[in-house]
């Protein structure tokens, strides 16, 4: 049985037409796979896929990409990574406050 021990620190995204500017991340679940061999642990991979450019409204929840594992560049499963909170949309008096705050400095 091979246990992920050592998810990958996820790190804010980046959402386009936003109040935030960046939505925190969370996986779905912890990722376990049960070989029918004996395998060999180095011939493990992770790779990280989000979607590209997300806008906002987004919420807790949604899923903004995966966590892809693959054993010998074949893939053995995946987990979600979701929205770790709701993020709000931009409208116009959100984007005159943040050009005000820029031009006070």
Request: charged share 25%.
């Amino acid at each position: 049985l091979y246990t992920d021990e050592n998810m990958p620190l996820l790190t804010p995204l980046t959402v386009k037409n936003s109040t935030k500017g960046t939505v925190e991340c969370k996986y779905s679940s912890s990722f376990s796979n049960l070989f029918l061999e004996d395998f060999d642990q180095s011939l493990i991979s992770k790779d990280l896929e989000f979607i590209k450019s997300p806008s906002a409204p987004i919420k807790e929840g949604d899923v903004l990409g995966q966590l892809i594992y693959k054993y010998n560049n074949e893939v053995i499963g995946t987990v979600d990574i979701l929205a770790a909170e709701n993020i709000e949309k931009s409208d116009f008096k959100d984007y005159l406050y943040m050009l005000w705050k820029e031009l006070a400095g």
